[in-house]
């Protein structure tokens, strides 16, 4: 059974960084993609960025090109989502998923995705 778990989250500053993990289990993150998702309150869940299972290839969405990194540890299984510069509009709940029946997919459509993990709270504040 394929699962994903996310952690890191927390209340941080604005121009603070935080280091998100989406450790999985059931299948191996370097054939599968995975996909970072946001949401916020009162707002429709955003993609944020993916690193694709087929060359490990990275997208992000525009809002946070050159503040995010995401990257892989193939050997723990897990994907990282690191961010910078943080800012209170960053604030959501970020979910990690992946697509059991497309694993090279990397897109931002969340309908295109199949397993998710529960999320982590993320909140920007001073």
């Known amino acids: 059974q394929a699962q994903l778990v996310e952690s890191g989250g927390g209340l941080v500053q604005p121009g603070g960084s935080l280091r998100l993990s989406c450790a999985a289990s059931?299948?191996?993150?370097?054939?599968?993609?995975i996909v970072w998702f946001r949401q916020a309150p009162g707002k429709e869940r955003e993609g944020v960025s993916c690193i694709s299972s087929s060359d490990g290839s990275t997208y992000y969405v525009d809002s946070v090109k050159g503040r995010f990194a995401i990257t892989r540890d193939i050997y723990k299984n897990t994907v990282y989502l690191q961010m910078n510069s943080l800012k209170p509009e960053d604030t959501a709940v970020y979910h990690c998923?992946?697509?059991?029946?497309?694993?090279?997919?990397?897109?931002?459509?969340?309908?295109?995705?199949?397993?998710w993990g529960q999320g982590t709270q993320v909140t920007v504040s001073s």
């Open positions: 998923a992946t697509s059991s029946y497309s694993p090279t997919l990397c897109s931002f459509s969340y309908d295109r995705y199949d397993y």
């Open positions: 059931g299948f191996t993150v370097d054939h599968y993609s």
